[in-house]
T-cell receptor, first 112, second 114 residues
Framework: LAKTTQPISMDSYEGQEVNITCSHN???????ITWYQQFPSQGPRFIIQ???TKVTNEVASLFIPADRKSSTLSLPRVSLSDTAVYYC?????????????FGSGTQLTVLP | NAGVTQTPKFRVLKTGQSMTLLCAQD?????MYWYRQDPGMGLRLIHY???????AKGEVPDGYNVSRLKKQNFLLGLESAAPSQTSVYFC?????????????FGPGTRLLVL
């Protein structure tokens, strides 16, 4: 299983763009990169997923360089409600979702 | 559409007692999962199920048993609770169990073993 490394914590201010980088040096060819968000006392919630280049949805963008050894979650113009733990996961597409590993995640704190 | 629900929300047990955590989903998902989350840590997979009547071990299965008698329900049992099992337990489900697929999580069950 590909191991991921993320910063333990990050602080930002409302209205700023936040970029959280995840390292996954031993990512396998068929692995996808998925990000989840977790608020206190709640279960994780899917944010975005990608395989290469750039993916964008209504809440975030995911940038993946050509070597795929890292990825960056970008949250545009964060608000106080974006304060949460963000997890980067790497897993294959061959039914190995059950092997997904959640690391310690990145605690993002948005300040007023 | 309630999604994934968990019962109970909170429970206190004494060492050696037993209990069952119930997870229910109304999305007709095939795959279901039980995770535990300790303070300041990520989620670790305990057991999972790829369909009714089937279960399999995850990363940390010792001390737990599971059953999937109905497609919509996934039960997690602790036969003899230990303080090391104090944790928050999350249930999740997904349609096909692919890594490219979203897992939907329940609100969690907080368990304290004294």
């Amino acid at each position: 299983l590909a191991k991921t490394t993320q910063p333990i914590s990050m602080d930002s201010y409302e209205g700023q763009e936040v970029n959280i980088t995840c390292s996954h040096n031993n990512i396998a060819t068929n692995d996808y990169i998925t990000w989840y968000q977790q608020f206190p006392s709640q279960g994780p919630r899917f944010i975005i997923q990608g395989y290469k280049t750039k993916v964008t949805n209504e809440v975030a963008s995911l940038f993946i360089p050509a070597d795929r050894k890292s990825s960056t979650l970008s949250l545009p113009r964060v608000s106080l409600s974006d304060t949460a733990v963000y997890y980067c996961l790497v897993g294959g597409s061959s039914g190995s979702a059950r092997q997904l590993t959640f690391g310690s995640g990145t605690q993002l704190t948005v300040l007023p | 559409n309630a999604g994934v629900t968990q019962t109970p929300k909170f429970r206190v047990l004494k060492t050696g007692q037993s209990m069952t955590l119930l997870c229910a989903q109304d999305m007709n998902h095939e795959y279901m999962y039980w995770y535990r989350q300790d303070p300041g840590m990520g989620l670790r997979l305990i057991h999972y199920s790829v369909g009714e009547g089937t279960t399999a071990k995850g990363e940390v299965p010792d001390g737990y048993n599971v059953s999937r008698l109905k497609k919509q329900n996934f039960l997690l049992g602790l036969e003899s609770a230990a303080p090391s099992q104090t944790s928050v337990y999350f249930c999740a489900s997904s349609y096909l169990g692919q890594a490219t697929e979203t897992q939907y999580f329940g609100p969690g069950t907080r368990l304290l073993v004294l």
